[in-house]
Each structure stands twice: as structure tokens, then as C-alpha cells.
């Protein structure tokens, strides 16, 4: 097939989209096909006509522009078949509020309220955590144990980003759940994480050695199908299609969503490889099974 790969962009995540974008470029030639990149710019909607020359395009963008439904919208106008999650399921897990109220009644997640200016005080107590409402890669997540620190760390955010959540900081096992659609949403291995600083944050995902991945994890009978439940539940809820990861805490039997990722990343460190790999897929295998569920 003559596939397109969307990597790069314009986010703050351009570097890990282009990590992820250079290995499934190096999948999709093993496996045969003919592949073409394109590092998406500010330019995109001049050049996205040009798409309907491809069968496939596979969108390896992370971040805004690429993972909140805007390059899925333009796609859908163009007509050209891509991975992942459409636009309104891109656009509602891309904005942690949005997939906090689809969810609300449904599964579990941490209670949150919204600040738009520096504050010393803590509906939730010490430690919160602090978080963009738009963002991944944990960019701009801190976790503050104290006035000074919240108001100091909301301070530096709210010059980048218009609003920032404060969130009940629920202290247990961080796990991450990849889901695959072959035939119907299946679950990878779950893993678990253990981060070599206090949370899961950027450097623990991104520079090798930093985190230690357990696989699968260890979970009780009840404990794996309250996260399987949790998790197909979220990705159905939100409307997600090929692939997706839901990232959450388990503490004391109950599994707190945190978030949904519809473009996970692809690294060479990245979750949904590993889980891929537990399952017995190889990397141009995973690949391979994305693009399928595209072109279903």
C-alpha cells in the first residue's frame, strides 16, 4: 500500500512524535509498503489535498494540533482514510475535563476543579497534583506538597496554558492499559510502571533507564477485571476507534482513570510497544495491526 506518515508537528511533544513517526516509517518498509513522511508544519492544510494519493495515512502526531481532532477534521475533509480515533473522540480525551464529564457516573477518576490564576490553597489538601487541561506527556504536571509550591508551580504554568486543573493526588500503583481493535477492542498485557523519580513525568518516560516496566503486572483475578473493565469501558465511552492507552491508578481495588491517549507513543520506550511485545507482537507486527484497523 502507499502510506502516508504524519510525524513531527507543532507541539510541545514534536520531539517524541518524531521518535515515534521514524519507527514506524522503518515498520511499514519491512513490511513492504510504500512509505512516504511528511513532518506536518504550519503548512499542513496547503499540502493536505496532496493526501488523496495515499491508501492510508498514519497520523504519529501527538499532541495539539495532531492528537485534538484538528488534523483528524482535515483528513475527514480531504477523504483519505487514517488511524486512530475520529474527531470528536480525539478532541474529548485530548481535554481531561471533557473526558472526566463522559466518563462521570461510568468509572472511577480523581476528583479535579479548574483554576485560572495562581492560588495557595487546595480544595484536596497535600499533596495535589497540577496539570494542563490540554497536554500530554505529563508536560506541566506537578505534584506540590505545599501553599508555596502550588501557588509557585500555577504561577509558571498559567504563562503557558489559559487554565490549569488541581486534582486529588491518589498515591498507588500507576498502571497503563493499551487497547487494540482486532475484530473488537482487546486488551495488552497491562503493565505497570515504577518510575525511578515520584511519578511517571517526562524524563521518567523518555530517557532510558529512568522507569522500570512490569509485565504483565500483577494483579489479582478481581483487580485485573476492574482495570479491563475500567479501561474498554473509557475507550468505548469516549468514542475511540483503532488503538488507544488509558492511564491510571490503583489503589485499594478501585483503578482511577487519569487520561486517554488516542496516538500513544511509539518509541523505542514507549508503553503500548511493550505491552505489544508481551503479547508476542513484534513492533512491525503492532504496526501492521494499527493500519488494518484503518483500513477497515
Avoid at 520531539?15 to 513522511?37: C, F, M, Q, R, Y
Avoid at 480515533?85 to 457516573?105: E, Q
Wanted: with cysteine; aromatic share 10%; hydrophobic share 40%.
Amino acid at each position: 500500500m502507499k502510506i502516508a506518515v504524519l510525524l513531527g508537528g507543532i507541539s510541545r511533544e514534536r520531539p517524541i512524535s518524531l521518535k515515534s513517526g521514524e519507527n514506524v516509517l522503518k515498520a511499514l518498509k519491512k513490511l513492504g509498503h510504500d512509505v512516504v513522511p511528511i513532518d506536518v508544519d504550519e503548512n499542513f492544510l496547503e499540502i493536505a489535498p496532496k493526501l488523496k494519493e495515499f491508501e492510508v495515512v498514519f497520523n504519529a502526531l501527538h499532541g495539539h494540533f495532531g492528537e485534538d481532532g484538528t488534523v483528524q477534521a482535515i483528513l475527514d475533509w480531504v477523504g483519505v482514510s487514517y488511524t486512530g480515533s475520529k474527531v470528536l473522540a480525539s478532541a474529548i480525551c485530548f481535554d481531561k475535563v471533557m473526558t472526566y464529564r463522559v466518563l462521570d457516573g461510568y468509572v472511577n477518576f480523581p476528583e479535579y476543579t479548574i483554576v485560572k490564576k495562581p492560588v495557595k490553597e487546595s480544595p484536596y489538601g497535600f499533596p495535589c497534583v497540577i496539570k494542563p487541561r490540554k497536554e500530554g506527556s505529563s508536560i506541566g504536571v506537578h505534584i506540590c506538597d505545599n501553599s508555596n509550591q502550588l501557588y509557585n508551580d500555577l504561577s509558571e504554568e498559567l504563562k503557558k496554558y489559559n487554565e490549569m486543573m488541581i486534582q486529588r493526588y491518589i498515591e498507588g500503583r500507576e498502571l497503563t492499559v493499551s487497547i487494540l481493535e482486532i475484530g473488537k477492542p482487546q486488551i495488552l498485557p497491562v503493565l505497570e510502571l515504577k518510575p525511578k523519580r515520584r511519578f511517571y513525568d517526562y524524563t521518567a518516560k523518555y530517557v532510558s533507564g529512568m522507569t522500570e516496566f512490569i509485565l504483565p503486572a500483577p494483579l489479582s483475578v478481581e483487580e485485573y477485571e476492574k482495570v479491563a473493565n475500567s479501561s474498554l469501558r473509557a475507550f468505548e465511552l469516549c468514542g475511540c476507534e483503532g488503538f488507544a492507552r488509558v492511564d491510571g491508578i490503583l489503589k485499594n481495588n478501585v483503578f482511577y482513570v487519569l487520561e486517554l491517549n488516542t496516538i500513544p507513543g511509539l518509541t523505542d520506550l514507549s508503553d503500548m510497544p511493550a505491552s505489544a511485545k508481551a503479547a508476542g507482537m513484534s513492533f512491525e507486527e503492532l504496526v501492521d495491526a494499527i493500519i488494518q484497523t484503518a483500513v477497515r
